[in-house]
């Protein structure tokens, strides 16, 4: 074993501490190096992480004002889908409200030409009577003329109470004394199909029986017969 004064023990022992040393700091500067590497990394990735934040910080700004652009076009889209539903309720109700006065314009229609049918069905009936008392009329112009020298004359009234077409029988060979002396009688037909006695002259106060019992019979000949029943009893008076 040498002593620890034998001179190159000292020298030994020197340079295996340098070499000690020196494999230290070359693990130190290893250990700077890749400390200094991963600071560098940890930098860029610093770095980075913070670029991508705040780029993720961006686009999250323009997501979120794109939401909140989004949810004001939405309320305005319902705002807007309120009020035309609102207007299509009132659309609906006026078109509920016209059908309602359409079924009653087609009631009313209906029954205006189920009136109408019923009055023109009346027209017709008027125009057979007035047609029948027209017939009535001719024959008994013709039984008077022919046996009592009765004369017919048409006649256009300029009064309102003879207004239109009218007949004048006109009677004559009445009074003995004046055969040719007339007595009329003015007759027309009513719009309902009843006669109307207008006027006599001279004027006889039983005219409207007369009339009333024309009416009820219908017979012409007959009512002439007592008109000039009549005038024959007022000649003589």
Known sequence: MMSITDPSMSDRFT?????????????????????????????????????????????????????????????????????????????????????????????????????QAKRKELIHSQNRVNKDRLKNLGKARLVFQEHLGLEVRTILGKSQLVKGEKLQFVFRNINPSDQDSAYVVTMGIKADGCYQIVSSDPPLECLPVFESRLQETNNLPAFLANIRKEFIALARC
């Open 15 to 115: 340079s295996a501490m340098e070499e000690i040393h020196n494999k230290q700091l070359k693990r130190y500067g290893e250990i700077i190096d890749a400390t200094t590497e991963l600071c560098q990394s940890h930098r860029q990735f610093v770095k980075s992480a913070l670029d991508s934040c705040s780029k993720k910080c961006k686009d999250d700004e323009i997501l979120f004002e794109t939401i909140h652009t989004f949810k004001k076009d939405l309320e305005q889209k319902n705002a807007s889908l309120k009020e035309k539903w609102h207007a299509v309720s009132e659309v609906m109700s006026e078109i509920q409200q016209k059908e309602m006065h359409k079924d009653d314009l087609i009631q009313k229609i209906e029954k205006l030409k189920e009136e």
